[in-house]
């Protein structure tokens, strides 16, 4: 009958609004996205932030600090070797695009499959627990780093790989394409091309990632996270299951880590550091432990930090010298993210965020409350 | 009641067998030589003054530990040397003493995890949400309510399980332990930590359990509980048998009486 089918449709309808609504807050993120390049030119000229340059390395970081996240926030176990499969998967693609002459999207395809497949390899550090697998991780993240140094046959060592084709889309040529907005041609397309093509991917990841998390498997990386004993107990394959988290989240900074060598054409071993297994951590943490959107705000933050205080003179003549040179002190600056966060925003900015929106309830923990004795 | 599962000396075949079942831990037999059997449909108490072995016993059925000697036969099927979920699968599932709950989880979805091995999605169907994905999780959610109903728990569906009272925590335990859809149920003093009332309603659990076909091995101190309820009554000390019986018969034996007013002159 032609009043159920309407009904039905209207139901239909009804269901599509309530999505739209439950999934607000990442709509409203990606008109954001989409419609960045049109003032970013502005606020590039006036306050010399070049967000869609900015937002491109975000982007990267985001995947492999989401990555992170599942490994540590949902299932627990704490890692200090994103920054090794970030650097196996930037390796791969470079060489694999530079020497071999792969197009890049196949090179970026294997640095997914080689970050994992060295993931499968190590996995038997996961037996370990707590601090010690964080020591076992961090082993790790310095061994690959003085093999991308030593190996020098193959990854030129120090002198780095420059040259790197430039990441694009699959088939098609760069010159010649056009975007609407793009008024000057001296404008870059390029980058507005790469920085549409990486959101389309971190968009994807996050929700794959925000869509795992909230199911069977998700539950079981909860659960084990809580109670190991437990969560065998009631069935799952504890060990496996780990194992598995622990290749996605390989895969996911290796793909971080190709996209990111074809992003800016040159590498060397000393971008692949234990500093930056360490900055991951820092977007984690900041972002929020088992929050799949706080990796967007923890990349944000961390990529957004060093580009504003390079700006900083720009912005006032008599900025003070020892300013500029970030990376010196690029440690001290994290390390305070790390320990503020951890004591006055435990949760993270995201959940904190959204406490004060939903919950009107302040973000903040004093520290200095006693709590009950439990 | 006249369930013909009610065993009815040994015409029924053994759900569960332990057979010479030992453990030592540095020197210190928590258990030592242990066999007895379960029948399909029973409700046996084991009982014991503290630091007995108990637990360690159903640490031992549930490979959790593996016994130095010794094997246990669920089904036909020797068991020691599984893996813990994989014996959960074959259909052993247990609470734990100290509870043991996801708190951080919710009511619900503690109740998930114990389907979980009644559900296949794995990652990339979970990821895409795949139609049948979508369906296991309908089917999940269902499962869950009808067992937290059993439980009287379905009000706290969506409520953290660390924010539970003591007294509900412990029935989620047993909730989360049914929905791996047990023949048997080891439950590890349920009562602990109850009241009264809630321990009357968790005797009440167990007789539905019963009547679902669920065998029940019950470790518990609640003495009135215990011979209320049970069948059967194994009274360990010092990682040994010393009675085993109807409840009646336990409550005679001199052993028994000895090896708890020892225990409570300390
Ligand atoms: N992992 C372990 N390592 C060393 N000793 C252990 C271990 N687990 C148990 N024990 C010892 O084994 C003995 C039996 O312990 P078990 O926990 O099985 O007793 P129980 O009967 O469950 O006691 P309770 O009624 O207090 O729960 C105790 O003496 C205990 O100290
Ligand atoms: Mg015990």
């Known amino acids: 009958m032609a009043g159920e089918k309407g009904g039905k449709e209207a139901a239909a309808g009804s269901r599509f609004l309530a999505l739209l609504k439950r999934n607000r807050a990442l709509l409203i993120f990606f008109l954001f996205i989409l419609v960045m390049p049109l003032w970013a030119e502005n606020v590039y000229k006036t306050i010399s932030l070049d967000f869609v340059f900015i937002m491109r390395l975000v982007g990267v970081y985001t995947i492999a600090a989401v990555g992170l996240n599942l490994l540590m926030g949902y299932a627990g176990q704490v890692s200090l070797g994103q920054g090794a499969f970030f650097g196996i998967g930037a390796y791969t693609s470079a060489l694999l695009t530079l020497k071999a002459g792969f197009p890049v999207w196949v090179g970026i395809a294997l640095a997914i499959a080689v970050s994992a497949l060295f993931g499968i390899l190590v996995a038997p550090v996961l037996r370990l627990k707590g601090h010690y697998l964080a020591m076992a991780t961090l082993g790790l993240a310095i061994i690959v780093f003085v093999f991308l140094r030593e190996m020098t046959w193959l990854t030129e060592g120090n002198f780095g790989l420059s040259g790197i084709p430039s990441l694009n889309l699959p088939f098609t040529s760069i010159t010649g394409f056009d975007l609407p907005f793009i008024k000057d041609k001296a404008q870059r397309p390029e980058l507005y091309l790469q920085f549409y093509l990486i959101w389309i991917i971190v968009f994807a990841a996050l929700i794959l990632c925000s869509n795992l998390v909230r199911s069977r498997v998700g539950r079981s990386m909860r659960a084990l996270h809580q109670s190991e004993v437990a969560a065998e107990a009631m069935g799952v394959n504890v060990s496996a299951q780990k194992i598995k988290v622990f290749v996605l989240s390989a895969a996911l900074g290796g793909l971080a880590g190709g996209i990111y060598a074809n992003l800016q054409g040159y590498i060397d071993p000393n971008m692949f550091t234990i500093t930056l297994s360490i900055s991951v951590l820092t977007m984690v943490v900041i972002g929020g432990m088992e929050s799949i959107w706080g990796a967007v705000a923890g990349a944000a933050v961390i990529t957004f930090l060093p580009k504003m205080v390079e700006a900083i003179p720009k912005w006032v003549g008599d900025a003070p010298k020892w300013l500029e040179r970030y990376s010196n002190y690029e440690g001290i600056v994290f390390g305070l993210i790390l320990v503020l966060t951890m004591i006055f925003m435990p949760s993270g900015i995201t959940k904190g965020l959204s406490d004060l929106v939903r919950l009107r309830r302040s973000p903040f923990v004093n520290p200095f409350r006693r709590k009950a004795v439990e | ?266």
């Open chain 2, 1 to 266: 009641m006249s369930r013909e599962s009610r065993p009815d000396g040994g015409a029924n075949v053994a759900l569960l067998e332990a057979m010479s079942l030992t453990k030592t831990f540095g020197g210190l037999a928590a258990v030592k030589d242990v066999s007895f059997k379960v029948e399909s449909g029973s409700i046996k108490a084991i009982i014991g003054p503290n630091g007995a072995g108990k637990t360690t016993l159903y640490d031992l059925l549930t490979g959790i530990y593996l016994p130095d000697e010794g094997s246990v036969v669920f089904q036909g099927r020797d068991i020691v040397g599984l893996a813990t979920h994989e014996i959960t699968a074959l259909g052993i599932a247990r609470t734990f003493q100290t509870i043991r709950l996801f708190p951080e989880m919710t009511v619900i979805e503690n109740v998930m995890v114990g389907l979980h091995h009644h559900t296949r999605a794995g990652f990339v169907k979970s990821a895409f949400r795949a139609p049948s994905a979508m369906r296991e999780e309908a089917w999940m959610r269902e499962e869950s309510l009808r067992i937290l109903d059993i439980a009287g728990l379905e009000m706290q569906a969506d409520n953290l399980a660390g924010s539970l009272p003591f007294g509900q925590q412990r029935l989620l335990e047993v909730a989360r332990a049914l929905a791996t859809k047990p023949r048997i149920l080891l439950l590890d003093e349920p009562a602990s930590g109850l009241n009264a009332y809630e321990t009357s309603e968790l005797g009440e659990i167990i007789y539905r359990l019963r009547d679902m076909g669920v065998t029940v091995i019950l470790v518990e101190h609640d003495m009135g509980l215990v011979m209320r309820i049970s069948h059967e009554v194994l009274v360990l000390d010092y990682g040994e048998i010393i009675a085993e019986g109807t409840p009646d018969e336990i409550k005679g034996d001199p052993r028994v009486i000895e090896a708890y007013l020892g225990s409570e002159l300390d």
